[in-house]
C-alpha cells in the first residue's frame, strides 16, 4: 500500500490555488497510474480567466470490474484557497513537525485525496468499479468543476452506486462526524438608486441609504424557519453595506448591499428568491440573487451505517451524522448518486499553518479501504 504521507507531500508540493489546474493533476494521475486507472482529464472555462474562474482542470479516474459489478465513487477537490502570510513554513513547502504534517491543503483536502489513493491501491481490480471525480474548482466559483464532471460521466455512461466525498468533516476527532446533508446556499446582491446632491439642500437630491437600510432591516429580521429534525433554522446574514462616498456633506447617488441566505429542506432556491426579489421592489431596490446550491440530505440508512461502521472499527468511534457547515460540491453530486462526506479534522482549514495529523492519515486510509470494499461488495445499498 502505497504511504499516504508521502502521497499528500507530494500533492502539498503543488501550488494549486484555486481555480487549479497542471501540476497537482500531473502529480495525481502519476498516483493513479500504477494501478489500472484510466485517467481522464480536460479543461474548462477557458474564457473565465479574468474573472479568476477559470480556467480549470477536472479528472475523472475509472478502474472498471466485472461486467454488473458495484460502483464506488470517492471525490474530492485539487484546489486549495490562497496561503496567506505568516507561515512557519513555507504553505507548499511540505514539512512534518512532531506529529503533524503542515501545508496548505493538508485537511482540505489534499489529505483525504492521498489516502483515497493509498486505499484504492489495495483494493483488488476484480472487486468492483471505482472511480475518483476530482476537480479544481471547489474552493472558488464552482462553474466549471463538478458540475462538468457529472456531465462528462453521463457521456461515458458512468453511473456511481454510491458517493463518498472526501471533505474535512471531523471535529475534535477523525471520526466523530459524517456529513449527510448541507444546506442550500443564496447570496444576493441589492442596489438602491437616488440621486445625489449636496445634504443642506436634501430636497434637491433623493439619498437612497434610507432604502437600503429599511430593506436590510426587514431582510434581517425575517425568521425563515425553526429547523427540521436534521437541519439547525435557516439563517440570512448581511455581508455587505458599501455607498464609497468620500465626502462629508454629499448626498450620495447609489447605495448597494449584499446578504447570504443558508437554508435548509423546507425552502427551494427559486421560492427564497422570489421572495427576496418581491421585497426588494417593494423598498425600490434591484436585486440580483444567485444560488450557489440546494440542500440536500441523505437520509440515515445502510449507506451511513456502513460508514459508521468502518469508522468504529478503526477508531472507536461512532461518527455523528450531521448538516451542518458551509457547503460542498456534494450539492452537485447527490443528483448522481446517494452520497455522503467524511474526512480529516477540520480545525485548521483555510488557516495558515493548516496542518493534519500523520497518524490520521494511515487511519483514514484504512477507513477509506473499508467503506469501498464494504460498497463493493454490495453492502449500503
Known amino acids: 500500500?502505497?504511504?499516504?504521507?508521502?502521497?499528500?507531500?507530494?500533492?502539498?508540493?503543488?501550488?494549486?490555488?484555486?481555480?487549479?489546474?497542471?501540476?497537482?493533476?500531473?502529480?495525481?494521475?502519476?498516483?493513479?497510474?500504477?494501478?489500472?486507472?484510466?485517467?481522464?482529464?480536460?479543461?474548462?472555462?477557458?474564457?473565465?480567466?479574468?474573472?479568476?474562474?477559470?480556467?480549470?482542470?477536472?479528472?475523472?479516474?475509472?478502474?472498471?470490474?466485472?461486467?454488473?459489478?458495484?460502483?464506488?465513487?470517492?471525490?474530492?477537490?485539487?484546489?486549495?484557497?490562497?496561503?496567506?502570510?505568516?507561515?512557519?513554513?513555507?504553505?507548499?513547502?511540505?514539512?512534518?513537525?512532531?506529529?503533524?504534517?503542515?501545508?496548505?491543503?493538508?485537511?482540505?483536502?489534499?489529505?483525504?485525496?492521498?489516502?483515497?489513493?493509498?486505499?484504492?491501491?489495495?483494493?483488488?481490480?476484480?472487486?468492483?468499479?471505482?472511480?475518483?471525480?476530482?476537480?479544481?474548482?471547489?474552493?472558488?466559483?464552482?462553474?466549471?468543476?463538478?458540475?462538468?464532471?457529472?456531465?462528462?460521466?453521463?457521456?461515458?455512461?458512468?453511473?456511481?452506486?454510491?458517493?463518498?466525498?472526501?471533505?474535512?468533516?471531523?471535529?475534535?476527532?477523525?471520526?466523530?462526524?459524517?456529513?449527510?446533508?448541507?444546506?442550500?446556499?443564496?447570496?444576493?446582491?441589492?442596489?438602491?438608486?437616488?440621486?445625489?446632491?449636496?445634504?443642506?439642500?436634501?430636497?434637491?437630491?433623493?439619498?437612497?441609504?434610507?432604502?437600503?437600510?429599511?430593506?436590510?432591516?426587514?431582510?434581517?429580521?425575517?425568521v425563515l424557519d425553526e429547523g427540521t429534525d436534521w437541519f439547525q433554522p435557516s439563517n440570512l446574514e448581511i455581508t455587505d453595506i458599501s455607498v464609497g462616498n468620500k465626502a462629508t456633506n454629499v448626498i450620495p447617488a447609489r447605495a448597494t448591499g449584499r446578504i447570504s441566505v443558508r437554508f435548509n429542506d423546507l425552502h427551494s432556491g427559486a421560492g427564497l428568491v422570489a421572495r427576496l426579489e418581491e421585497i426588494a421592489a417593494r423598498h425600490g431596490a434591484l436585486a440580483r440573487p444567485v444560488i450557489y446550491g440546494e440542500p440536500f440530505l441523505t437520509p440515515p440508512g445502510d449507506f451511513s451505517a456502513l460508514i459508521a461502521a468502518a469508522v468504529e472499527a478503526e477508531t472507536g468511534v461512532r461518527p455523528e451524522p450531521s448538516t451542518s457547515g458551509g457547503t460542498s460540491d456534494a450539492r452537485f453530486l447527490k443528483d448522481v448518486a446517494p452520497v455522503i462526506e467524511f474526512g480529516l479534522c477540520n480545525a485548521t482549514m483555510h488557516k495558515r499553518d493548516e496542518a493534519v495529523a500523520v497518524e490520521d492519515l494511515a487511519v483514514l486510509t484504512r477507513i477509506y479501504r473499508r467503506i469501498a470494499l464494504a460498497v463493493l461488495k454490495g453492502d449500503g445499498q
Not at 493538508?106 to 476530482?134: F, N, Q, R, Y
Not at 463538478?146 to 458517493?163: F, K, N, S, V, Y
Not at 445625489?196 to 434610507?210: F, I, K, R, T
Open 1 to 222: 500500500m502505497p504511504d499516504p504521507v508521502t502521497l499528500t507531500k507530494q500533492l502539498i508540493a503543488c501550488d494549486s490555488v484555486t481555480p487549479a489546474t497542471g501540476a497537482v493533476f500531473d502529480c495525481l494521475e502519476a498516483m493513479l497510474a500504477p494501478h489500472g486507472f484510466t485517467v481522464h482529464r480536460w479543461i474548462e472555462g477557458k474564457d473565465a480567466a479574468a474573472a479568476n474562474e477559470g480556467p480549470v482542470e477536472n479528472l475523472l479516474a475509472l478502474r472498471h470490474g466485472p461486467p454488473g459489478s458495484r460502483h464506488f465513487a470517492f471525490a474530492g477537490h485539487l484546489d486549495v484557497v490562497p496561503a496567506g502570510e505568516g507561515w512557519h513554513s513555507g504553505a507548499f513547502e511540505p514539512e512534518v513537525r512532531g506529529n503533524l504534517l503542515y501545508g496548505r491543503g493538508a485537511v482540505d483536502m489534499k489529505g483525504a485525496i492521498a489516502c483515497m489513493v493509498a486505499a484504492l491501491a489495495d483494493i483488488p481490480a476484480d472487486a468492483g468499479t471505482i472511480s475518483l471525480i476530482i476537480t479544481g474548482d471547489e474552493e472558488g466559483e464552482a462553474q466549471y468543476g463538478t458540475r462538468a464532471l457529472i456531465t462528462r460521466m453521463a457521456e461515458l455512461g458512468e453511473q456511481p452506486d454510491l458517493i463518498l466525498v472526501g471533505e474535512p468533516t471531523s471535529v475534535h476527532r477523525l471520526g466523530d462526524m459524517m456529513k449527510i446533508g448541507r444546506r442550500g446556499s443564496i447570496n444576493a446582491w441589492f442596489v438602491v438608486e437616488g440621486r445625489e446632491g449636496h445634504v443642506a439642500y436634501p430636497h434637491l437630491a433623493d439619498n437612497p441609504m434610507p432604502r437600503l437600510v429599511a430593506l436590510l432591516a426587514e431582510l434581517d429580521a425575517m
